[in-house]
């Protein structure tokens, strides 16, 4: 978004950094299935209303994955033991 609104400049496409930075990182991606989409939208005690970022915890609890945040919903979510988190 700074890139598109003229606030940063960048000489490489989004695409060919963020691939960039998978290749260089040694991370993976996960795919958003239809079964994460409708686990978002029914998981359990959660009162973030974020739909991103209940897509992210579904994606985490599908895949047993952790989240490392500094959101303050999805951490008291994770304390509540619904997914693991990480405080950064």
Do not use: N
């Not at 609104?5 to 958003?32: N, P």
């Not at 359990?44 to 915890?57: C, G, S, V, Y």
């Amino acid at each position: 978004m700074l890139v598109a609104r003229g606030r940063i400049s960048e000489t490489k496409s989004a695409l060919k950094w963020y691939r960039d930075f998978l290749s260089g990182a040694h991370v993976g991606e996960q795919d958003v299935s239809a079964e994460i989409f409708i686990a978002s939208s029914v998981l359990p005690q959660l009162a973030h209303k974020d739909p991103i970022d209940r897509i992210l915890i579904a994606t985490a609890r599908e895949h047993d994955l952790t989240i490392i945040t500094r959101d303050r919903a999805i951490l008291a979510y994770g304390a509540a033991g619904h997914v693991r988190t990480l405080a950064c």
